[in-house]
């Protein structure tokens, strides 16, 4: 195995590999196919990603995209005069609104989706034994990265929409 052997060399490799990996995801631009295959910016795109799991409020949608309430009034706004959702009254507080997807809606998220889950090209050309070992290596940076991150994705969520109510 070719282990760094010292701090120099290690944070050499490191920035080796962060930087290819950069390259990897940033020069393969996907956001600018799926802005292209849906005629709309990525953000809109994004929102309708968001929807896929289920309704949400616009407060929660907010929170999801990380802008404020007036640009998210205006993606909700053109994404329903595209047909992609429609916004009701919350049963239990007429103050609020809920933003669904449409048929049109859901078909376009998905097919963002499918945009953004196909591998790149160089990744698709590894060797399989190249492969596994990647998918060994990225296992070990997600088992590592979650070590780090002990809030759940419904604290995650509930922190985003109300920041302190995850203290």
């Known amino acids: 195995m070719n282990d760094p052997e010292t701090?120099?060399?290690?944070?050499?490799?490191?920035?080796?590999?962060w930087a290819a990996m950069r390259a990897l995801v940033l020069e393969d631009d996907r956001?600018?196919?799926?802005?292209?295959?849906?005629?709309m910016s990525f953000s809109r795109a994004k929102a309708l990603?968001?929807?896929l799991p289920g309704p949400l409020t616009m407060r929660e949608l907010t929170a999801w995209l990380g802008t404020d309430r007036p640009y998210t009034t205006l993606v909700?706004?053109?994404?329903?005069?595209?047909?992609?959702v429609r916004r009701t009254v919350h049963p239990d507080d007429r103050r609020h609104r809920i933003v669904t997807l449409t048929e049109a809606g859901r078909a376009a998220a998905e097919?963002?989706?499918?945009?953004?889950a196909r591998p790149p090209d160089?990744?698709?050309?590894?060797?399989?034994?190249?492969?596994?070992?990647?998918?060994?290596?990225?296992?070990?940076?997600?088992?590592a990265g979650a070590a780090q991150d002990v809030m759940s994705l419904p604290e995650k969520?509930?922190?985003?929409?109300?920041p302190n109510s995850a203290m």
């Open 76 to 84: 909700v706004d053109d994404l329903e005069s595209r047909g992609y």
């Open 31 to 39: 956001r600018k196919e799926v802005a292209d295959a849906l005629g």
């Open 7 to 17: 701090p120099d060399d290690r944070a050499a490799a490191l920035a080796r590999v």
């Open 111 to 116: 097919r963002a989706d499918r945009i953004l």
């Open 49 to 51: 990603r968001r929807l």
């Open 122 to 143: 160089a990744l698709a050309a590894l060797s399989a034994d190249d492969l596994a070992d990647l998918d060994r290596v990225m296992a070990a940076v997600g088992s």
């Open 157 to 162: 969520r509930a922190q985003a929409i109300e």
